[in-house]
């Protein structure tokens, strides 16, 4: 069972628990994306499971009206053990998904994946369409990242950048990411007929996104994790299409822990939990 600390941040252990979330944000107006929690899997046997978990939660979902879709890391659907069983397994997935009518996103990782993660997608961008990826503003590469993707159906979700690439492929200083958040979010709204998502928490990109869209009228959709800034999340609903990335799972403590220690305020809402 997942203390009360951690269920701000996490949907859940179990699929109920899950679902039981989806169906509540839902009613507050908000779509959720649902994330198994796994990574890394440096053998086939936990990516092949963890690919077939996603295929039963889709077929759980099947029959709701559940406002709710997928999103998965390459490296738990095993691209730490070969390209061919990420895509195996990433196959499972999206026709599972099509099969049900669901949409998935392929989250991204690290620098070293970002090829292959893009091929995937664009692989399954052509094949079904309802699928997604995710860009980083940190990486220098992603301009031209874009400009590849403008050109194929799908969706895809620009982020800051989760992760440390070194120093001669991304933008380090917070304010030349935020600059390129910002160019890149414009090179979308230019270039993409719709299937923008805006992934970030930072008002000023969600101001930036809302001006864009007066400018050039391409729809968007807001995407915001689970226990960040939840208040926003129910406001912005109201007049936007907005997504919550929700993770669920029994591998939650390394997440939990990595939002504690992101931000001041998240540690000392931990602290003052533990506390209490
Ligand atoms: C839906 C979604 C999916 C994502 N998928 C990926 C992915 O696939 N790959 C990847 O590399 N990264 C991913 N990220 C993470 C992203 O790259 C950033 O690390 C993260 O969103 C923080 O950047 P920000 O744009 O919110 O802005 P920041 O400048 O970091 O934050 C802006 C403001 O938001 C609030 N805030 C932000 N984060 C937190 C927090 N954890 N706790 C409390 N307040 C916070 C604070 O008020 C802060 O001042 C995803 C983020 C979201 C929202």
């Not at 899997?41 to 009206?65: I, N, V």
């Not at 991204?108 to 399954?124: G, K, N, V």
């Not at 120093?167 to 304010?175: G, N, S």
């Amino acid at each position: 069972m997942i203390p009360p600390i951690a269920g701000r941040f996490v949907a859940g252990e179990t699929v109920p628990e899950a679902l039981e979330h989806t169906r509540e944000t839902n009613e507050r107006g908000i779509g959720v994306i649902l994330n198994l929690l796994g990574e890394h899997y440096h053998e086939r046997d936990p990516a092949d499971a963890d690919a077939e978990t996603y295929c039963r939660l889709l077929a759980d979902m099947a029959g709701t009206d559940l406002q709710a879709c997928l999103s998965v890391k390459p490296s738990q659907l095993g691209l730490d053990v070969s390209e061919d069983v990420f895509r195996e397994n990433l196959a499972r997935v999206v026709e599972a998904a099509d099969e049900h009518g669901r949409f998935v996103w392929i989250d991204m990782e690290d620098h070293t994946t970002t090829d292959a993660t893009l091929d995937a997608f664009e692989h399954h961008a052509r094949e079904h369409g309802d699928v997604g990826v995710c860009v980083q503003a940190n990486l220098k590469r992603t301009a031209a990242d874009v400009d590849r993707l403008a050109d194929l159906p799908g969706k895809v979700r620009l982020v800051k950048g989760a992760y440390d690439p070194p120093a001669d492929l991304a933008y380090e200083d917070r304010e030349r990411v935020d600059e390129a958040y910002r160019d890149l979010l414009e090179r979308m709204f230019v270039e993409f007929d719709d299937g923008i998502a805006v992934g970030s928490h930072d008002p000023a990109m969600i101001a930036h996104a809302r001006d864009l869209h007066a400018e050039y009228g391409t729809p968007y959709e807001i995407q915001m994790l689970m226990g960040v800034r939840e208040d926003s999340q129910e406001r912005l609903a109201t007049d936007h299409e907005v997504w919550q990335y929700a993770p669920y799972g029994d591998k939650w403590f390394a997440y939990f822990y990595r939002r504690v220690l992101e931000r001041k305020e998240n540690a000392r809402f931990a602290i003052r939990a533990i506390v209490n």
